[in-house]
């Protein structure tokens, strides 16, 4: 089958061939972003590959309908970007990535733990600059201090297995508690009761209607005062804006951030030589206790390979039955 890959980034390019050695698929690489302008790339191909920023609404999908497309494959777990209604409507098979590797976004998010708690990143910068005094780099011993888990999915799981490694604390918050958790070590309580009983709070919850700017301005109140904040799940379950009122505050003691709201066409490019006109996104630079990474918890090796042997898998599950491997529709979600 022929797939056009949009966002094509050289990792994408070097995982995608490798998996698709034995399946024979021809893979056209594209570093465009998937939009109304560049769906007409997908002339002639069966399927799409697209990743987290591509466009995939209900214009997008139509223009791609026209060109024959009868696969979108998205090379990512989540899938709050796809008009869904829109793809049944005009035929389309939606896959997705269920899983690759929880641990990685795991472990990312307690680097980013670390190096807030032991300000990693402003100690870095002082010593390049031959600026060895320890003022302003004071810690905290994890050990006994108390971790809100938002969402225990397998990342969340995951995350609450390594905290408890530190002998942390853990409360949880899951509309679906689960036993493995329980058996952990973690607590469930109410959402309010965690947010002002937790030191650091990290999230792992899926974006959704309800978890849209779920950290909103009532949330940032119940907050333990001077408390840590980490969001590796998807930029728009917080409330940037009420975010920074906490930062300024003093409310929020410290900011990690893997992911933004309005991280498209942010995050993935190279923006060194550029001013980035994102006056909220600016903002969070100027805080000296905020740190971001550009949406890198996913990339390891393992990952990678993972996300790319399940998306030639669903490619070739469709060419052959005409059903993928792990579909995603109206009707699933229902």
Request: proline share 3%; aromatic share 8%.
């Amino acid at each position: 089958m022929k797939v056009a890959v949009f966002s094509t980034k050289p990792y994408d390019e070097r995982f995608l061939s490798a998996a698709n050695r034995e399946a024979g698929h021809e893979l056209v690489f594209l570093e465009m972003r998937l939009t109304e302008s560049t769906a007409f790339a997908a002339e002639g191909a069966g399927a799409v590959c697209v990743f987290v920023n591509d466009d995939c609404g209900a214009g997008v999908l139509g223009r791609l309908a026209g060109e024959g497309v009868r696969l979108l494959a998205l090379r990512s777990a989540g899938f709050n970007h796809v008009d869904l209604a829109a793809a049944k409507r005009l035929g389309l098979t939606v896959a997705r990535v269920p899983e690759y590797s929880p641990r990685a976004v795991a472990e990312h998010t307690v680097a980013i733990v670390l190096a807030l708690n032991r300000k990693i990143h402003r100690a870095y910068a002082r010593v390049r600059e031959g600026n060895f005094a320890l003022e302003g780099l004071l810690g905290f011993d994890l050990c006994g201090r108390t971790v809100g888990v938002i969402g225990t999915g397998k990342i969340g799981l995951a995350f609450v297995r390594i905290m408890r490694g530190f002998d942390c604390k853990v409360l949880a918050h899951d509309p679906y508690p689960k036993a493995e958790a329980e058996a952990l070590g973690a607590r469930y309580v109410p959402f309010i009761d965690l947010l002002g009983a937790s030191d650091i709070v990290s999230l792992h919850c899926p974006l959704t209607p309800e978890t849209h700017h779920l950290i909103d301005a009532k949330a940032v109140d119940a907050m333990r005062d001077g408390a840590m904040l980490v969001n590796t799940s998807r930029g728009a379950v917080i409330d940037t804006r009420a975010v920074i009122r906490g930062l300024k505050s003093g409310k929020i003691g410290s900011l990690g951030l893997d992911v933004y709201e309005e991280e498209e066409g942010l995050f993935f490019e190279n923006l060194s030589d550029k001013v980035i006109t994102d006056d909220i996104f600016a903002r969070l630079l100027t805080f000296p206790n905020v740190l971001i990474t550009g949406h890198q918890a996913f990339f390891t090796v393992e990952a990678l390979t993972a996300i790319a042997e399940t998306t030639i898998g669903n490619i070739s599950s469709f060419e052959r039955t005409g059903a993928a491997l792990h579909p995603v529709s109206v009707e699933r979600l229902a």
